[in-house]
């Protein structure tokens, strides 16, 4: 899911989905609009949880570690996330 800058994002990935565009001069159908709303609503809940990783700066900024550990510190933060969800 992408939202509408990445229009040419189809041509490489196949299962990449993105908002339909307006012509120039023309309108959108209903199911062109329902299908960016549904489209929109799935989006919001995943860019809320990337601000909130965000918070951690592991993501936010430059990593200057240990490549090798990257991904072990990656999933301990998404694990915090998802423990203070649930309680």
Do not use: C
């Not at 994002?9 to 993105?18: K, Y």
């Not at 809320?48 to 990783?53: A, E, P, S, V, W």
Request: without cysteine.
């Amino acid at each position: 899911m992408a939202d509408s800058g990445y229009q040419g994002l189809l041509d490489w990935h196949e299962n990449s989905r993105t908002p339909i565009k307006k012509p120039k001069g023309g309108e959108l159908t209903e199911e062109q609009k329902q299908f960016n709303k549904e489209l929109a609503k799935e989006r919001v809940v995943i860019e809320h949880i990337i601000r909130h990783l965000k918070i951690f700066r592991i993501l936010a900024e430059r990593y200057r570690n240990r490549r090798r550990r990257f991904m072990l510190r990656v999933n301990l933060i998404a694990g915090l996330y998802n423990y203070a969800l649930n309680h």
